[in-house]
């Protein structure tokens, strides 16, 4: 079966069409053939290589996907063929304590789909039936497969980590990801004030045509701390999400109001930073890390996209002949929002 990924971990010139063995779903699972994918930022760290973390190569890209489910294994129920769907990317056991408590994002075992297992960009999948939702029927097939990772990430981020509340005031660092266009929306439909963060305005229109309510600019002769201080009227702000890292980290904690929190969901820039604790405990402050969404946040979260409240925002779609060119879309400069491949 073919697909888009790489044969050795590597930069972009690793990159191609790959063979691999056409899936069979087991008990428990469903094989879902593609009609659409999308990329993250994760897989650009997948295809350099994540320290400890073993894929098998050659090796299928790709975290989300939407289609039609093709078959399933013994003991399931509830689907047919030919049913539209789309995927919840994070694959939990089940069985470890974690999962038991509703709490599969702490599953032991936890795994993602294209990272720890072959991906979307190809033709068939197949997961765990509790991992197959009924496509919503506003979306298309690249915005169904544009929401899945992005909307879980922000919205467990911002509603169960963050704690964010109504009247709250709330910061994004960084401008135009796929997570950053999901966590603007989120962020105003839990009532904050949204502000991002960024180091050119290049994005700001796009931003705040989501919902955003200001953009500030920040560089070595304004640095962020003191950007999202005034941003803040000097209040400082009750959430920031940082995914950014080594760079950005310590200048989001001095910018926290009291009893703040900072919310950690990636590195893109490096994962090792220095920390005042004083500031944290002073301000009585907190660093909170998270990953993916448990099984009940990502119902609600869907449940959301489908009534229109949160849209999909896909920044480009190109047909999967085009992989190389949309994965290379990535590292842009004007990014805003998902890359999708589509698939006859």
Request: proline share 6%; aromatic share 6%; net charge neutral.
């Amino acid at each position: 079966m073919r697909g888009f990924g790489f044969a050795e971990h590597g930069g972009l010139d690793r990159l191609g069409f790959v063979e691999i063995a056409e899936p069979v779903p087991g008990p428990g699972e469903v094989r879902v053939r593609v009609r659409a994918a999308a990329f993250n930022h994760l897989d650009r760290f997948t295809l350099e290589g994540i320290p400890g973390v073993p894929v098998e190569r050659p090796h299928v890209l790709g975290s989300d996907g939407a289609g039609t489910v093709d078959s399933f294994g013994d003991g399931v129920t509830g689907f047919s063929p030919g049913q539209e769907v789309l995927l919840n990317p994070g694959i939990w056991d089940g069985t470890c304590e974690g999962c038991r408590a509703g709490h599969e994002s702490y599953c032991r075992n936890f795994r993602i789909l294209g990272e720890h297992t072959q991906g979307s960009a190809t033709t068939f999948v197949v997961v765990p039936a509790r991992n197959v939702h009924p496509r919503p029927e506003r979306l298309s097939w690249a915005e169904a497969a544009a929401v899945p990772l992005v909307f879980q990430t922000a919205w467990r981020a911002l509603r169960t980590v963050g704690a964010l509340q109504p009247g709250e005031q709330m910061a994004l660092i960084g401008a135009g990801g796929g997570v950053t266009t999901a966590a603007v929306q989120v962020g105003k439909l839990l009532g904050a004030r949204v502000v991002v963060a960024a180091r050119n305005r290049g994005k700001e229109a796009a931003v705040r045509a989501l919902g955003a309510d200001d953009f500030v600019e920040f560089d070595a002769d304004h640095p962020l701390d003191k950007a999202l201080w005034q941003a803040s009227s000097k209040k400082g702000f009750d959430v920031i999400v940082d995914s950014v890292g080594t760079p950005t980290l310590p200048r989001s904690i001095r910018a926290l109001a009291r009893g703040g929190r900072v919310v950690v969901m990636g590195a893109t820039a490096g994962p090792m930073a220095e920390v005042d604790v004083r500031t944290l405990f002073w301000r009585q402050a907190s660093i909170r890390g998270t990953t993916m969404a448990d099984a009940a946040e990502f119902s609600e979260v869907l449940g959301h996209i489908a009534a229109g409240r949160l849209r999909a925002v896909i920044d480009s779609s190109r047909p999967l002949d085009e992989a190389v060119a949309a994965f290379q879309r990535l590292g842009a400069p004007d990014l805003v929002g998902k890359v999708v491949l589509t698939l006859p």
